[in-house]
């Protein structure tokens, strides 16, 4: 499963969890130790994950509005 959207929430809890909008629905994507984030094309930590940040999430669906983060790409342009 692929979303793009903007972060509209960041739960700090373990594992970290975003609420991200992708302009139709609100996605809750989850964190595991082993997400690849990147910021600029350049690796990131999660402190660079804050709301308004526009992203682009890969990763496993649990339902139709969460999924568990594999990638996230921060800084992608609008579609």
Same mark, same amino acid.
């Given at each position: 499963?692929?979303?793009?959207?903007?972060?509209?929430?960041?739960?700090?809890?373990?594992?970290?969890?975003?609420?991200? *909008?992708?302009?139709?629905?609100?996605?809750?994507?989850?964190? @595991?130790?082993?997400?690849?984030?990147?910021?600029? =094309?350049?690796? @990131? *930590?999660?402190?660079?994950?804050?709301?308004?940040?526009?992203?682009?999430?890969? =990763?496993?669906?649990?339902?139709?509005?969460?999924?568990?983060?594999?990638?996230?790409?921060?800084?992608? @342009?609008?579609?």
């Amino acid at each position: 499963m692929v979303i793009e959207g903007t972060i509209v929430g960041v739960m700090e809890t373990w594992p970290l969890q975003l609420s991200v *909008d992708t302009g139709e629905d609100v996605c809750q994507v989850s964190l @595991a130790q082993s997400t690849s984030i990147t910021y600029g =094309g350049r690796p @990131a *930590d999660p402190a660079h994950l804050l709301p308004g940040r526009r992203v682009r999430v890969e =990763g496993e669906s649990s339902n139709a509005h969460a999924m568990k983060a594999e990638r996230i790409d921060i800084g992608v @342009a609008a579609t």
